[in-house]
Every structure is written in structure tokens, then in C-alpha cells.
């Protein structure tokens, strides 16, 4: 089965870093993109970030952009999301998610990805 499970959420103030985790199994780790999303309460689940296979290639939204990075331990099945100087409109639960993807390419549609893990919570205080 394939399963991810995000991990690393919390309650963080303004301006603070926090690094999610992301465990992936029972796929190949080598031709999948895993894609960072959010979802604040009231609104529609964003994309934040994505990792192509290999780690090829990396991909952010605008207010991502210079603040989280992306990575990934193929050895480790693991994907990572460190996220900095994080403000209160980053808060949400973040869900991590895999695509089928060979190439060295990504992007942060909710519907180009088929699996998705239980989310974490994020909460940034002002």
C-alpha cells in the first residue's frame, strides 16, 4: 500500500522554523514527485512546495518562495519541508502527496497527485 504520513507540525511565533517530515512507503521513491499542500480553515487546500524524483528539481509557491525549502533522503524514504521565518497566514495542516512523475519536473496542482498522507498541524501566533 502506499502511505505517507506528514510530521513536524506545531505552534511556532512569528518570524520562527519549523522542519515537517514526510515518511513515504510502498512506492518507488526514484519516479514519484512529492508535493507539500496546505489548508487553512475556511479555505481551499493551496500547493506550497514540490520535490521532484531524485530531487532534481524543486518548485515553491510565491509566498513560499525564499522561505521553505524542499528535500528529500531517497535512502531514507523521506521527504523534507523546512520552513522559515513563518508567518501567521502560513498556518494550516499540511498534507504531503505523491505523484507518478518520471520526469525531472513538478508542480503544486492538488489534482496531479493520487496519493495523499494524514496532515500536520501548523499554527504560527503573532
Known amino acids: 500500500d502506499v502511505q505517507l504520513q506528514a510530521s513536524g507540525g506545531g505552534l511556532v511565533q512569528t518570524g520562527g522554523s519549523l522542519n515537517l517530515s514526510c515518511a513515504v512507503s510502498?512506492?518507488?521513491?526514484?519516479?514519484?514527485?512529492i508535493g507539500w499542500f496546505r489548508q487553512a480553515p475556511g479555505k481551499e487546500r493551496e500547493g506550497v512546495s514540490c520535490i521532484s524524483n531524485s530531487a532534481a528539481f524543486t518548485h515553491y509557491s510565491d509566498s513560499a518562495k525564499g522561505r521553505f525549502t524542499a528535500s528529500s533522503d531517497g535512502a531514507k524514504n523521506m521527504v523534507y519541508l523546512q520552513m522559515n521565518n513563518l508567518k501567521p497566514e502560513d498556518t494550516g495542516v499540511y498534507y504531503c502527496?505523491?505523484?507518478?512523475?518520471?520526469?525531472?519536473?513538478?508542480?503544486?496542482?492538488?489534482?496531479?497527485?493520487?496519493?495523499w498522507g494524514q496532515g500536520t498541524q501548523v499554527t504560527v501566533s503573532s
Open positions: 510502498g512506492f518507488t521513491f526514484h519516479n514519484h514527485a
Open positions: 502527496a505523491a505523484e507518478y512523475n518520471p520526469y525531472y519536473r513538478c508542480a503544486i496542482s492538488t489534482s496531479a497527485y493520487d496519493y
